[in-house]
């Protein structure tokens, strides 16, 4: 069974950074695409970052030139590096990823981890 397990949030003051991490178990193949999602109370769900089993990587409008996504391929775990966070950066934030032969939306989902940014 396939299982995305986040780490890494918490609570940050504005201005500061905080690095996610999201560990995949239980597969036996590689996923295509790996990535995160935020998503908060009356807010819309945003995909916020993606990388490729290559390498390539995507970002939202929103967090272009303070996020970084990287992936570690033989520990099966990606990164979300977080700086000059803002209050609007505050949401849960879910890792995603894809299996090899589909070719859009996400197939898993961890549990998320809760980002909060105080003002």
């Known amino acids: 069974q396939v299982q995305l397990v986040e780490s890494g949030g918490g609570l940050v003051q504005a201005g500061g950074s905080l690095r996610l991490s999201c560990t995949a178990s239980?597969?036996?193949?590689?996923?295509?695409?790996m990535g995160w999602y935020r998503e908060g109370t009356g807010k819309q769900r945003e995909l916020v970052a993606a990388?490729?089993?290559?390498?390539?990587?995507s970002y939202a409008d929103s967090v272009k030139g303070r996020f970084t996504i990287s992936g570690d391929n033989a520990r099966n775990t990606i990164y979300l590096q977080m700086n000059s966070l803002t209050p609007e950066d505050t949401d849960v934030y879910y890792c995603?990823?894809?299996?090899?032969?589909?070719?859009?939306?996400?197939?898993?989902w961890g549990q998320g981890t809760q980002v909060t940014v105080s003002s």
């Open positions: 995603v990823a894809r299996r090899p032969g589909v070719t859009s939306g996400y197939d898993f």
């Open positions: 990388i490729t089993s290559g390498g390539s990587t």
């Open positions: 239980g597969s036996f193949f590689r996923f295509n695409v």
